[in-house]
């Protein structure tokens, strides 16, 4: 192998596959960055077994060949370099990197031994705009569960149906539901690891969004290509839960509340609410007004909000954390919210259209 | 204790006195900031009994008095507060917090058990310019030492005499002296903690340069007063080390480079010698150029920068970090660097003024 690039194509390049290298893995060649020069570019490839991320740049070849190096410090070195042109060697099983007046010279693993991306054939396929992805990802990921004991839960459930396109995650304690129209020639159920939409989401973040990325299924795995970077990742196996059936269609309290204000006063109380035992606050619906209020050994606080009230008052109790976190993606300056009683959960929507809905479960009222 | 104050006056007067408050202590009533409301001020303080901070800022008192409470929630929950009026009241032993809608009551200390600052007599000051303080600081307080063994070594010496100020920081491998001119009053020589000064450097980085500070001097405790603030801090006893005997006055190899490519250069190849087992890098001194190169087992790395040699050719190891350290902080584009022999340390001064002198021990070179 033996090629130029330039520095910032080649530093970018490594910063996108970087995120589906993991420092922490028990095949070492993993800890690697694959390089492959061929037909005038440099493919870089970063896999942890459960996500790939391949990116191509423009490279003047001179010698084809492919070999596998220490991401982390060949990603450093590069990034430290000046931007000019960068020139990879491959002599005697090492990478020598040369750049102005540097020069580095980095053993290597052999390519031979690198496990190979999932091939992905190209024909189960659906097109999505970059924006509404990130949209659906930022709205529903952070309910995704951490407890490895229901994998699936780990994972967002994503249904392509009747020209609709839902993401859907649970922890057991709350659901939260995206939907939207989308024009798509297939159907499909599936359920994507949330690191894999993490990482998804930070390359969506970085690139122009009003252009649409091709996503690509097969029963056990799935592809993105966002412009000239492809993730490939597998998708979890087993039944995901049937949510549709969890979401209550009556309510006897209703209201309408403006979202940043409840979101402030919820994130001012639950200062307090942390010091408890049990870390929750009280939501008391009247007439006019929503009380928040906490009371644990070391103090009290409470907040007033004005409301729209639909139906009876209600006293009713919740993790503050599991309101925080939808009020700060929520994209609508005003909210519903509708209950049952206050063993029922509640139920979240934006005032301004149905695409959205969160579910919670309350707690027991602390010190009631 | 009763009185009005606006919120943004009142966050900000935290962010300052909460520098001085630990959450880990053995006296729990220092894990709270002390209010004293008095004359239509209200004065903030905190105490880690090794530092003070004080604040005051304007309140509308209708009922003087003091108490002392939990710095962390209190702090938390005036930062969350609308940009408003907050009023305090002192009931029952509990402090009450109203803005606008929300409401919290927080139980107290009494004040009573508060450790007084020590108090230190405004008679033997002097005045420095915010910036050159700042400068001083940030020049030399990389080389305190981090070892508990030798406290006098983990603050900064400062000398007044002569109409010069100097600021040394030694701590076993290296020695930073920044001095300046100072049309001072006293003369004094002190060491001051170097959690004092680092604390003091994030003030004034958040305050107008172009003004005077004044700073006072007892035998136990120095006093900086910044424009509202004043800071007390204890002096670190016992004999300081009599560093200007360490400095040699003669060279043997003495080169001129250029600050940023040295530094650009040594990051660059220092990536590779964290991975090996010394951590050090060589740096051949060449006719007409410096070469920086680590070879360590995962590969080899070198860097070359032109320079201008006076004297003999050289090779000598350093520990990288102790040259980065001081690259970053020296306000020169050209450096210049004297040497006696690879087993002598090694001088680093600003080519453009004399008011700062690094020295360096260096290392065996690797691998030679």
Chains 1, 2 share one sequence.
Do not use: W
């Amino acid at each position: 192998m033996k090629l130029i690039c330039k520095q910032s194509d080649l530093a970018n390049a490594l910063n996108i596959v970087q995120k589906a290298i993991s420092s922490k893995t028990t095949l070492p060649i993993l800890t690697g960055v694959l390089l492959e020069a061929k037909n005038g570019s440099l493919k870089l490839t970063g896999n942890d077994l459960s996500i790939g991320i391949e990116k191509s740049i423009e490279a003047e070849i001179s010698e084809e060949g492919t070999t596998v190096v220490s991401s982390r410090i060949f990603g450093d070195f590069i990034r430290k370099l000046p931007n000019d042109k960068v020139e990879l060697t491959m002599e005697n099983n090492k990478l020598s990197i040369e750049c102005f007046k540097s020069h580095i010279d980095l053993v290597t693993y052999d390519a031979i031994e690198y496990p190979e991306l999932p091939q992905v054939v190209e024909s189960n396929a659906f097109k999505i705009n970059k924006m509404l992805l990130k949209n659906m990802i930022k709205q529903t990921i952070f309910a995704t569960s951490q407890d490895e004991t229901r994998p699936i839960l780990t994972g967002s459930y994503i249904e392509l149906l009747n020209e609709k396109i839902s993401m859907v995650a649970i922890d057991g304690f709350r659901v939260a539901i995206r939907t939207s129209k989308l024009n798509t020639p297939i159907e499909s159920k599936i359920v994507v690891p949330a690191k894999t939409l993490n990482e998804i989401n930070k390359i969506l973040g970085s690139s122009e969004d009003n252009e649409q990325i091709e996503v690509f299924i097969t029963d056990k795995n799935i592809l993105f290509k966002i412009d000239d970077i492809k993730i490939v990742s597998r998708l979890l196996e087993g039944e995901y839960v049937k949510y549709s059936q969890m979401i209550p269609n009556e309510f006897k309290t209703k209201i309408e509340i403006n979202t940043a204000d409840l979101l402030n006063g919820i994130e001012r109380v639950s200062l307090l609410s942390r010091e408890g035992k049990n870390n929750s606050i009280k939501l008391s619906i009247k007439e006019n007004l929503l009380e928040i209020s906490s009371n644990v050994e070391i103090g009290m606080a409470n907040d007033e909000i004005p409301l729209k009230l639909d139906g009876n008052t209600l006293d009713i109790g919740f993790n503050p954390k599991y309101l925080i976190d939808v009020l700060k993606v929520i994209e609508s300056d005003i909210i519903y919210m509708e209950f049952l009683a206050n063993i029922s959960p509640c139920i979240i929507r934006p005032q301004n259209n149905d695409n959205y809905t969160y579910l919670v479960l309350p707690v027991r009222i602390p010190n009631s």
